[in-house]
């Protein structure tokens, strides 16, 4: 039997390594930028609109990475605290804090078992982070612990079609699918982490058995003129200006 301790310990080996070649390089970048964009073509928040107003709202970020979400959501006025299990993605956030003068929570924990109490925040918040590298079945009912009666969750992931035709091997999307989707809820890259990549309908019914009605899925293009990212080599901009590349989901708990 599979101990889940041990995708922890792949998942944190993996993320040590990407900070070292791409993140902590990155990070001064992102959290300079000058307004809130979602996923690898940078959409702009004041285009799509999920997070609303979010002055003064309590906000926790699961899997923040370098925390330049939680950075963004702060300068929109949020009182953001964000959780990741990698020390090396924490201490780049922290210098990137002192560098640009923000100070917010970060904490070393597993998005799946957060040690802060029931009904605290009333955003939750992933960007690539436990939506993509937990188990739905234990991050989804995390997040409505922690959520207050009413609040929101807003996370953006890998696509369902991109997923299905990125091959075996890693590499850039193809225009074939490549693999099925049953047996996409949890991918093992070769050389890589464990991922979750649950289906449309699997995501619902993880959402509405935690207590979420789910409020929207924006499928994500990218944007015309768009170029192909530099360091995630999952699809390039012609196959997102054809494909949806990323979901953008929000749901509301409404028990
Ligand atoms: C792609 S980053 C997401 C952060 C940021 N939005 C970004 O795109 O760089 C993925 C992050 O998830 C974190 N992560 C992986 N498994 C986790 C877990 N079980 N609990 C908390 N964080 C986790 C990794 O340490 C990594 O920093």
């Not at 310990?9 to 900070?19: D, G, H, I, L």
């Not at 079609?161 to 225009?175: L, N, R, S, Y």
């Not at 649950?198 to 929207?216: K, M, Q, T, Y």
């Amino acid at each position: 039997m599979r101990d889940p301790s041990d995708d922890l310990a792949v998942n944190r080996a993996v993320w040590t390594v990407v900070n070292e070649e791409f993140t902590d390089a990155q990070a001064h970048d992102l959290w300079a930028a000058p307004e809130f964009v979602w996923g690898l073509f940078n959409i702009p928040e004041r285009e799509l609109g999920v997070l609303g107003d979010v002055t003064g709202l309590d906000v926790i970020e699961l899997g923040c990475g370098t925390a330049y979400v939680s950075a963004w959501l702060a300068k929109l006025g949020a009182r953001p605290v964000g959780v990741d299990l990698t020390p090396a993605q924490l201490d780049t956030a922290r210098r990137c804090q002192e560098r640009f003068g923000l100070s917010f929570d970060l904490i070393e924990a597993n998005a799946e078992d957060v040690p802060l109490p029931d009904d605290s925040f009333d955003l939750v918040v992933s960007e690539y982070g436990a939506c993509v590298w937990c188990n739905p079945e234990r991050w989804i009912p995390e997040a409505a612990r922690l959520v207050r009666p009413g609040g929101r969750l807003v996370f953006l992931t890998n696509s369902v079609q991109v997923t299905m035709c990125v091959p075996e091997a890693g590499g850039h999307a193809g225009d074939r699918l490549l693999r099925p989707q049953n047996g996409t809820s949890r991918v093992e890259w070769p050389g890589g982490g464990v991922e979750f990549h649950p289906s449309h309908g699997d995501w619902i019914r993880v959402l509405r058995a935690s207590g979420f009605e789910v409020e929207a899925l924006h499928e994500l293009y990218a944007p015309a003129n768009s170029r192909t990212p530099e360091y995630y080599d999952i699809a390039t901009a012609e196959w997102a200006n054809n494909w949806p590349v990323e979901d953008l989901w929000t749901a509301r708990l409404t028990r």
